[in-house]
């Protein structure tokens, strides 16, 4: 399904990545481990083409699903490949509402109505084990808990049934009961 031949991501001069490989097949669940700082966030963010601007791919390619997803990404990120970023309290856009952000990653990647797009989105957050969705989707990222932001992260993330979910250190906002619960809801999911 992805495969990363030799991908090389450096900030000028300095190589931040140097020539990783690895291959996630199909149904198949892989962990990178490392220290902080040694290029894991970096990795899944040259998958998704996410790259910060002071960032390079210089060498390497990135293969989903047989095609060379460095040169094409349209109807890939959010459809086919979906990322649950490490940050909520920054990934989430403060001026819309929880629902609406997991609404337009819905209507901008399928075919469906509003009123469709509406209803997945209250089936997301009863999924992810949100309390009262119908409350939580019309409040702000910033009336939330950590753990609660995290949990909005990973319904968009699921929000289009992406056949790869990048999850980025997926539970640390979340205490160990819920952390629990999130990774049994991912291993369901998957």
């Known amino acids: 399904m992805l ?3 030799n991908l090389t991501v ?3 001069e300095n190589e931040a990545l ?3 490989s690895f291959m996630v097949k199909e149904n198949e669940t892989i962990g990178v481990v490392g220290e902080s700082g040694s290029g894991k966030s970096l990795c899944s963010l040259a998958i998704m083409n996410l790259l910060p601007s002071a960032a390079k ?3 390497g390619s990135i293969f989903f699903q047989g095609v060379n997803s ?3 990404y349209k109807g890939i990120r959010g459809r086919k490949i979906g990322m649950i970023f490490q940050e909520p309290m920054t990934s989430l856009n403060p001026v819309f509402t929880c629902g609406a952000q997991i609404l337009e990653t819905i209507l901008s990647n399928e075919n469906v109505t509003e009123k469709e797009a509406k209803k997945r989105t209250y089936e997301l957050l009863e999924m992810v084990k ?3 969705p119908k409350k939580i989707f019309h409040q702000y990222p910033h009336e ?3 753990g609660q932001k995290q949990r909005i992260m990973i319904a968009a993330a699921i929000s ?3 056949a790869l979910l990048i999850a980025d250190e997926p539970t640390t906002a979340l205490d160990v009961t819920v952390q629990k619960e999130i990774l049994s809801l991912l291993k369901d999911l998957q």
Request: charged fraction near 20%.
């Open 3 to 5: 495969e990363i031949k």
């Open 10 to 12: 450096s900030f000028g």
């Open 18 to 20: 140097k020539e990783v």
């Open 57 to 59: 791919v210089v060498g």
């Open 70 to 72: 460095m040169t094409t």
């Open 130 to 132: 949100l309390p009262d």
């Open 144 to 146: 939330l808990s950590g």
């Open 160 to 162: 289009c049934n992406p």
